[in-house]
Nanobody, 123 residues
C-alpha cells in the first residue's frame, strides 16, 4: 500500500528527494514517517509528520539537513535530503499509521510499511 521512490547514489554533500505514496485509499492516515536501516544495524527513526496538523519530527542526526512534507490530497509524504553524508547510507523505509499513538519515533507505532529504497552516499 506504500510505494516509495527517489533513492539512488549520490556524492557526499549532494541531495535526494524520497517520495512515498499510499497507493490505495484504504485507510485514513494519522501520521507518516521515514525510517532507515544500514547493514548490521537496527531500523532507526529519521522523520515523521502528522496528517491533521503541521507537526514534524526529526532525528538529531538529520535536523537541519532533511525536511519532511506531505500532500494530503495525494496521500504522499516526501523527504528532502540535503548535505548528505556517507553515514546516511541505508535502506529508507516509509511508514504510516491510522491511529494516534504518543510516540512518533518507534517503529512499533506504525501499521504499514513500504518495501524500502536504497540511498547510497559516496565519500
Amino acid at each position: 500500500q506504500l510505494v516509495e521512490s527517489g533513492g539512488g547514489l549520490v556524492q557526499a554533500g549532494g541531495s535526494l528527494r524520497l517520495s512515498c505514496a499510499a497507493s490505495e485509499r484504504t485507510f485514513s492516515i494519522n501520521a507518516m514517517g521515514w525510517f532507515r536501516q544500514a547493514p548490521g544495524r537496527e531500523r532507526e527513526f529519521v522523520s515523521a509528520i502528522n496528517w491533521g496538523g503541521s507537526s514534524t519530527y526529526y532525528a538529531d542526526s538529520v535536523k537541519g539537513r532533511f525536511t519532511i512534507s506531505r500532500d494530503n490530497v495525494k496521500n504522499t509524504v516526501f523527504l528532502q535530503m540535503n548535505s548528505l553524508k556517507p553515514e546516511d547510507t541505508a535502506v529508507y523505509y516509509c511508514a504510516a499509521r491510522e491511529l494516534y499513538r504518543r510516540s512518533y519515533y518507534s517503529p512499533t507505532s506504525y501499521d504499514y510499511w513500504g518495501q524500502g529504497t536504497q540511498v547510497t552516499v559516496s565519500s
